[in-house]
Structure formats: structure tokens, C-alpha cells
Nanobody, 124 residues
Framework: QVQLVESGGGLVQAGGSLILSCAAS????????MGWFRQAPGKEREFVAA????????RYVDSGKGRFTISRDNAKNTVYLQMNSLKAEDTAVYYC?????????????????WGQGTQVTVSS
């Protein structure tokens, strides 16, 4: 089993920044991908960013390119999502997840473990 715990969400004004963290614990694994997704009320869960086990090949949703940065600290088993220049449309519950299909990084069904989510609210 893998446990994922997100933190760092909150209320921020448009144009502000937040850093989300996701701490992983439980079984050890390799060759995995860690992703961030978000879900706004009434909408489907949306891919935000992903990074592979070595920290390479970061991927982003188009709306996040240039604003979001995903990174990881393997020593701490933690992945981060730095979000800058936040917009009202970034408001959602943000989830981190672990999966093993690095090619299907943007598809929620390919992730095996999920955190409980952290709320991000951007006021305009």
C-alpha cells in the first residue's frame, strides 16, 4: 500500500503563488510516475503535471506551462507543485497520485494510488 498526503492548499489572490506538497509513504517502488490532478465542482478530474521517478520529463497541462513547476525530492519521498501567477480558473481540489505507466501520465485511470486532495481557491 502507498499513502499520499497533500498539503499546501489555501486561499490566494489572483496573481499569487502556492506550493503544494505530496508526501508518500508505504511500500517502496521504482520506475513510477507521480502526477498532480485537479477537479473543480461539476467538472472532470484534469491532469495538471507529472514527473517520472528520476525527476526528468516533467509534463504540464497547457494552461500551466510557464506558471507551474513540478519537482521531487526522493530523499523525502515528496513531490511538489509550485504554482505561480494563479488565476481564478485554477480553483479546484488538487490531488497527487502515483502510477506506473509513464507514457500515460495524463490519464487518471492509469494511477493506482491517490491522496485525499487539498483545496486551492484563487480569488479574483
Amino acid at each position: 500500500q502507498v499513502q499520499l498526503v497533500e498539503s499546501g492548499g489555501g486561499l490566494v489572490q489572483a496573481g499569487g503563488s502556492l506550493i503544494l506538497s505530496c508526501a508518500a509513504s508505504g511500500r517502496t517502488f521504482s520506475n513510477y510516475v507521480m502526477g498532480w490532478f485537479r477537479q473543480a465542482p461539476g467538472k472532470e478530474r484534469e491532469f495538471v503535471a507529472a514527473i517520472n521517478w528520476s525527476g526528468g520529463n516533467p509534463r504540464y497541462v497547457d494552461s500551466g506551462k510557464g506558471r507551474f513547476t513540478i519537482s521531487r525530492d526522493n530523499a523525502k519521498n515528496t513531490v511538489y507543485l509550485q504554482m505561480n501567477s494563479l488565476k481564478a480558473e485554477d480553483t479546484a481540489v488538487y490531488y497527487c497520485a502515483v502510477g506506473w505507466d509513464v507514457l500515460a501520465y495524463s490519464t487518471p485511470v492509469n494511477y493506482a494510488y491517490w491522496g485525499q486532495g487539498t483545496q486551492v481557491t484563487v480569488s479574483s
